[in-house]
């Protein structure tokens, strides 16, 4: 059995009879063998507890404790009593810690923002460094796991924030959501006993080994590239308005904690490195918040896409480059190739009466089919066309005569006068070559567009494979389908691009 294998068997074994609450017990699991702590948010009987008793029996030999917060609490009663002998005899201030939290493998504590300054400075170093110092001794806790619960967070301006910062995994503990589950759970008549097979009990020998080889798991550059998008982010967010900037701080210990995590999770789900599918892990360790786990969850995600989401972004914005050189003046892409004669004028081939220009601006200002006035300009010395309005007027110290009131309409390269088309007279042959060569270029630009376009949905479809093929132990289904969601939308934004391009 493989270490995929053998987790994935623990995993099963220790949900029987937790409904809803697997995911939770994974990400136990991952805390206790990266030697990190854990912190459930939560109503009361949403099974907390039962979740710490359950990853005890994972672990060879193990023994537990547990114990409820009060304002009353005292040292004596989560660290051990004092022993008076050692007292008398010795004058050692020392306690007897046998049956409590030094000498437990897994411990839970409920309430625990109830704790008194005198336990809250005392975990400190429980949590952050696994020693106790008892009198004169330093003892080295054997605690794999410390799991906290509350159906609230640490109180503001009461100095607890050193103490929810040593939680490294915070999961929020729900009621069971599923009705059918909720029945299943209503007719289940006893919990189930669970018994772990001997040979899939976690040893200290095993663990330093696996301890090591944790060590070695590598974390990819573009691992490390999301991290700094997430933490640029995470600035970005605690500089908006009404947010506190605590609300999104993470301290240089708990990125590292963080790096820690993601590679127990590549460990033990069979990998040598870090991929995505362990990146999403830190929706669970960014939060300080639960206002800002929306927040969190969209920061995460988005950074399992970002360098796909930039190329998007870069191909909706060339797009829109081309649609708005290409069309935001339509009236310079349909004169670009006519020749201007005198500054001002466009000039017609083949008019029966001879040389006759269009004023240049005049072009414009056609839309469908609207009335002209053709006169002859005796200082050009041709027929000038204008469009009629009741501001028209001809050029200063020009001279008109015979003026007659025409119908004018346009097409692509010629202006139809009274019904006749004729056409305009263009540029010479190298400036068109030189306009069919630039055509050439906007031609190849915008095929480049689309293959890129197309090569970026094939990335992120083999991505979102990835991640299907992952299959990573640590993920709930929610997990997936935010994931899921995330892609879909960049994959609609791709799609909607992949339209514009072919419509060039």
């Given at each position: ?424 007279i263009t540029q010479d042959n190298e400036l068109s070559l030189f306009g ?69």
């Amino acid at each position: 059995m493989n270490i995929r294998q053998h987790i994935q068997t623990l995993l099963t074994q220790t949900s029987q009879g937790l409904y809803e609450k697997d995911h939770i017990i994974a990400l136990a699991i991952l805390c206790a063998i990266s030697g990190e702590s854990l912190f459930l948010l939560g109503p009361p009987g949403t099974a907390k507890s039962e979740i710490a008793r359950r990853l005890k029996k994972i672990f060879l030999d193990a023994s537990a404790f547990e114990y409820l917060m009060s304002r009353f609490s005292i040292p004596d009663e989560v660290f051990g009593p004092v022993s008076l002998q050692k007292l008398k005899t010795e004058d050692t201030y020392e306690r007897k810690t046998e049956g409590f939290l030094p000498a437990a493998t897994i411990v839970f504590l409920d309430e625990i923002w109830k704790a008194g300054p005198a336990i809250q400075n005392a975990l400190l170093t429980v949590l952050n460094e696994k020693i106790y110092r008892n009198g004169r001794q330093t003892i080295h806790l054997p605690m794999k796991c410390l799991i906290a619960a509350s159906n609230e967070l640490p109180a503001e301006n009461e100095g607890l924030e050193a103490l929810w910062d040593r939680f490294l995994v915070r999961v929020i503990s729900n009621c069971i959501n599923d009705e059918r589950t909720f029945y299943e759970m209503l007719t289940m008549t006893d919990m189930p006993s669970i018994t772990i097979p001997q040979e899939l009990l976690l040893t200290d020998e095993l663990l330093m080994r696996w301890q090591k080889q944790i060590n070695s798991v590598k974390v990819p550059n573009h691992i490390l590239k999301a991290i700094t998008i997430i933490r640029k982010e995470l600035v970005v967010s605690s500089k908006e308005e009404n947010s506190d900037h605590l609300d999104y701080y993470i301290s240089d210990r708990r990125w590292r904690k963080n790096i820690r995590i993601l590679r127990t999770s590549a460990f033990l789900n069979g990998r040598t490195e870090v991929d995505r599918t362990d990146l999403f892990l830190l929706v669970y360790t960014l939060w300080n918040k639960v206002t800002c786990i929306d927040n969190i969850l969209r920061i995460v995600s988005s950074s399992l896409f970002y360098d796909l989401m930039n190329e998007a972004n870069n191909l909706d914005a060339e797009c829109k480059k081309i649609v708005q050189d290409k069309y935001s003046d339509s009236n310079e892409e349909e004169t670009k190739n006519f020749k201007i004669f005198d500054l001002l004028y466009y000039a017609l081939k083949n008019h029966p009466i001879g040389k006759c220009y269009l004023y240049e601006r005049d072009y414009k200002k056609i839309r469908g089919e609207c009335l002209g006035l053709l006169y002859y300009d005796k200082k050009l010395k041709a027929h000038v066309i204008r469009k009629y309005d009741k501001y028209s007027q001809s050029s200063e110290n020009s001279i008109q005569e015979d003026i007659k009131i025409v119908s004018l309409s346009k097409s692509n390269t010629s202006l139809v006068i009274d019904g006749v088309a004729y056409e305009f007279i263009t540029q010479d042959n190298e400036l068109s070559l030189f306009g069919s060569i630039l055509k050439r270029i906007e031609s190849t630009v915008e095929s480049s567009l689309s293959m890129r376009t197309n090569k970026t949905i094939k990335s992120l479809q083999s991505r979102i494979e990835e991640i299907k093929i992952s299959q990573n132990l640590f993920l709930s289904k929610e997990d997936l389908k935010i994931i899921n969601s995330h892609a879909n939308k960049i994959e609609k934004q791709l799609n909607v691009i992949l339209a514009k391009t072919k419509n060039l």
